[in-house]
């Protein structure tokens, strides 16, 4: 759905920019945005994006090994008491 919506807004700004003109026939705030500076955002967002799956992933990676080592211990301290 994400990648749709950024192909839909880009060719939204290559409507916009030709019905325009690029600013000869309507000035428009909205025409300071263009396709690049699109491109820029959606790779920071996916930049941004595959950081925190990055740290996700390390998170559930020690969660997991945490509960390993507490599970081991658990069982030693059992078999002590038993």
Known sequence: MYEDSVELQSFFMQQRDELCRRGEVLLSP???????????????????????EQRDEDERRKTVAAVKAGSSQVGAVLFVFN
Not at 30 to 52: C, G, I, M, P, Y
């Open 30 to 52: 909205a025409l300071n945005f263009t396709r690049d500076q699109l491109s820029d955002a959606v790779d920071e967002n996916r930049r941004d994006q595959a950081s925190k």
